[in-house]
């Protein structure tokens, strides 16, 4: 069974960088389109970005483009999620999250199977 593991998260200043690490175990990623999720207090779990299986990239939440950037290492274990000029409104529980490579991917929480616990990046001052 896939495991998934969120690392990375912590305190930051605006205008901070963090790097978030969403690591695989028990399947390799090249059997899934991994997506960072993430879900701010009172507010409803919403799709940052998704890295397919074959080595592209799609970004969905137009308020990080130019911030945000999702990749993946070589040997296809872990999926980063590296932000830059962080705000305050970035804050919120971060999450990575499986959809399998057959049906690509998706801003819909529930066509992700396999989530990751969440890591928690707070970004203030």
């Known amino acids: 069974q896939l495991q998934l593991v969120e690392s990375g998260g912590g305190l930051v200043q605006p205008g901070g960088s963090l790097r978030l690490s969403c690591t695989a175990s028990g399947f390799s990623l090249d059997y899934y389109n991994i997506a960072w999720f993430r879900q701010a207090p009172g507010k409803e779990r919403e799709v940052i970005s998704c890295?397919?299986?074959?080595?592209?990239?799609?970004t969905f939440l137009k308020s990080v483009e130019g911030r945000f950037t999702i990749s993946r290492d070589d040997a296809k274990t872990t999926v980063y999620l590296q932000m830059n000029s962080l705000k305050p409104e970035d804050t919120a529980v971060y999450y990575c999250?499986?959809?399998?490579?057959?049906?690509?991917?998706?801003?819909?929480?529930?066509?992700?199977?396999?989530w990751g616990q969440g890591t928690q990046v707070t970004v203030s001052s």
């Open positions: 890295f397919y299986n074959s080595g592209g990239s799609h």
């Open positions: 999250a499986a959809r399998s490579r057959l049906f690509g991917c998706s801003a819909r929480i529930h066509d992700y199977d396999d």
